[in-house]
């Protein structure tokens, strides 16, 4: 999405949810510093890279950051990373506009994320907090 355009229901959820974990927000402000390969920026953000994998691939799938894989001058696969030009405008117009377009499929997924508890590393950060 490179102009700002009305979204629908199912696309404002997915880039929302996308962006409503801090780690995630994270690794945006990081891309958009330019592209970089998996190993580095996981060092860089002090994340694994599993976890990171975990990020990246929700980011993808809301469209806000796009992955392809290259291969370095030792013939090592490498996966790159770089953030996808997007704008939105959030108003309550637009939210009015996208909830008339929800699917059955985006309620049942909201839903199932709902059920299913925090992500891991919120998991953990909820018990670091307790702990103290």
Do not use: C, W
């Not at 490498?78 to 699917?103: I, N, W």
């Amino acid at each position: 999405m490179s102009a700002i355009e009305t979204p629908t229901g199912d696309e404002l959820l997915k880039v929302l949810a996308a962006l409503g974990n801090p780690h995630r927000m994270r690794i945006v402000a990081a891309l958009a510093e330019g592209r970089n390969y998996v190993s580095r920026l996981a060092r860089e953000i002090g994340m694994s890279r599993p976890l990171l994998h975990m990020h990246l691939q929700r980011l993808e799938a809301a469209g806000l950051v796009v992955g392809s894989l290259e291969l370095s001058d030792s013939g090592k696969a490498m996966k790159f990373f770089e953030v996808s030009p997007f704008a939105y405008a959030l108003t309550p117009q637009v939210v009015a506009e996208a909830a008339r377009t929800l699917t059955d499929q985006a309620a049942k997924t909201a839903g199932e994320q709902d059920e299913a508890g925090p992500e891991p590393d919120e998991q953990v950060s909820d018990e670091k907090e307790r702990a103290t």
